[in-house]
């Protein structure tokens, strides 16, 4: 067998919701090898999805050995993955025994909704006990959830893991008899990852990292330190909690398999990873993600901005111990891509994803049609369970082409909202929109966006962002090929081949009339449910 060749590369472990990746890239973001395995979905009752923590690590072995393999079989030596970076799926929630160093149950994931009871009761706490911001000062009802809002930058939600870490010790035995006894240990599915790949029970790492605390609703979004305030809400012991780390720093290292001795040097939450995978590293730049819905953040940089309409206040990133944080806005839409999908599998209107661009572009409008995708309400701006979903505007004249435009057309007029939003919070105009995900590869798609949204759309030809942010802070920790996170002319080599610009070509008296009509159209989507009698 012939020597293998030695050279200078990053690797990015990127643990999905349903899959895991391992990327290992070199210096201009070009993939050198890669594998990827789904691994095991839990359902066990309506609103419920749980995972086995075991079997999330397992799917990080075999994908790091596998992509290992690749790697030699393409004439490089292992030995030339110089450091690692891991992103993780925000939010879902990790409880185990400290003395062990096995997990004490499934992990909650993100988008579980099994804990609207335990919602419901810390709504009440704050309503009428209140949340005690400093010594014998109290705030109750709205004073108490702009308090929190401000000390957290995030809302009571089911989505949060505090509340599902609440949910454990509230229901299961194992979980609660361990926080008695100083024995629990709890983080998102990044520390996890890091306790296992550093060596498990008796020498793991118990870390975090600011991305992923700031998802948690106990970090204090000014100080990156957990809050004894929110853990004496949430009634949580410090003991349980990891330490605080920033996104780019040598944590530790691999203790064993294809990477052993390899560093640990860069974590981030998947949505704050695409953001760094995107470059959008300064005040005033942003992302969107678009896959089933869609996550847009708005780079706020040194500064954090409270929205007043609805978005989130979070971390972008922290370039090492001691560095300033930068911040951002998020906004979520909840259907993007499924909205494509419904057209194909429940409306049966295309019979692939694809085709929704080729028969949109058949078409130079909608028709005077506008498509309101409110399948379960509408989140940010208008935070409305009860809209409904609707088609407007047809007439005799409409076709399969116009309602696959008025489709992309609500998307992008979905993605202007939280933009819009992001301007009156921020103050601050929007550069330009870098942009990743299923529905990009589509140009229609992307025209369309630029178009209605009176800005110009980026798309690199290299979209795997997520785990290119994770590898870029990875690298930036010791400074592999320059990479300075802080400095970011290091990065100017970085995922710029095939990048392609779309610029808006519509009259801005054609984009404000349009606008308008697509404001008319949620206006009438709005409390649909509670005008529907029973």
């Known amino acids: 067998m012939p020597s293998l060749r030695q050279g200078e590369f990053v690797g990015s472990l990127d643990c999905g919701t349903t899959s895991t990746r ?126 929190l809002k401000q000390l957290t930058g995030l809302q009571l939600s089911t989505y949060f893991s505090a509340i599902k870490l609440r949910w454990m010790i509230d229901h299961h035995e194992n979980v609660r008899k361990a926080h008695e006894e100083d024995d629990l240990l709890f983080g998102t599915v990044e520390s996890w990852i890091v306790y296992c790949l550093t060596g498990g029970k008796g020498q793991g790492l118990h870390v975090t990292e600011v991305t992923n605390a700031s998802r948690t609703l106990l970090m204090n979004l000014h100080t990156l330190q957990w809050d004894p305030i ?71 940089g040194a500064d954090i901005v409270s929205s007043a309409h609805g978005l989130l206040s979070t971390v972008a990133y922290q370039n090492g111990p001691g560095a300033k944080p930068v911040y951002a806005l998020e906004g979520s839409i909840a259907v993007a891509g499924s909205a494509i999908k419904w057209l194909r599998d429940s409306m049966k209107m295309i019979s692939s994803a694809p085709e929704v661009n080729t ?108 785990a290119l942010g994770s590898a870029l802070l990875a690298g930036s920790a010791v400074r592999l090929f320059g990479w300075d996170i802080s400095k970011p002319e290091t990065l100017a080599e970085v995922n710029t081949k095939g990048t392609r610009e779309f610029k808006p070509d519509m009259s801005a008296e054609t984009r404000e009339r349009k606008w308008l009509g697509w404001k008319r159209a949620v206006e009438r989507s709005l409390g649909w449910e509670e005008g529907i009698d029973e």
């Not at 810390?122 to 009802?141: A, D, N, Q, S, T």
């Not at 208008?382 to 004249?397: N, T």
């Open 230 to 300: 929110l853990l004496d809400f949430f009634e949580i012991k410090p003991s349980v909690l990891p330490k605080i780390a920033s996104s780019s720093e040598v944590y530790g290292q691999v203790a064993y398999g294809a990477l052993k001795g390899v560093k640990i040097g860069g974590l981030v939450g998947d949505q704050q990873g695409a953001l760094v995978g995107n470059k959008c590293l300064k005040q005033g730049e942003a992302k969107c993600t678009y896959g089933t819905g869609a996550f847009l953040l708005f780079c706020t």
């Open 22 to 147: 391992f990327l290992i890239f070199n210096k201009h973001a070009d993939i050198v090898a890669q594998y990827q395995i789904e691994y095991p979905q839990y359902y066990p009752e309506p609103g419920w999805h749980e995972q086995e923590a075991d079997e999330i690590v397992e799917s990080c072995d075999v994908c790091i050995t596998k992509a290992c393999e690749t790697l030699e079989e393409a004439g490089w030596s292992k030995n030339s993955i110089k450091v690692i970076g891991i992103t993780n799926q925000r939010e879902t929630a990790v409880a185990w025994s400290r003395k062990t160093g096995k997990p004490l149950c499934r992990a909650i994931v993100w988008d579980d909704s099994r804990t609207k009871n335990t919602v419901t009761h810390f709504e009440h706490k704050i309503g009428y006990i209140g949340l005690e911001v400093e010594p014998g000062v109290i705030r109750k009802g709205q004073e108490g959830e702009h308090a």
């Open 359 to 466: 028969l949109a572009a058949s078409t130079p409008e909608t028709g005077g049609i506008y498509f309101v995708p409110a399948f379960s309400g509408l989140l940010a701006p208008y935070w409305d369970p009860g809209a409904g979903g609707m088609l407007i505007g047809l007439s005799s004249y409409t076709t399969p082409a116009h309602i696959c435009r008025a489709t992309l057309e609500a998307n992008a007029y979905q993605t202007r909202e939280i933009l819009e939003s992001m301007k009156l919070d921020s103050k601050t105009e929007l550069k330009h929109l870098m942009v990743d995900g299923g529905m990009t590869n589509g140009d229609m798609a992307m025209e369309i966006l630029a178009d209605v949204g009176g800005f110009t759309v980026v798309r690199p030809e290299m979209r795997e962002s997520t």
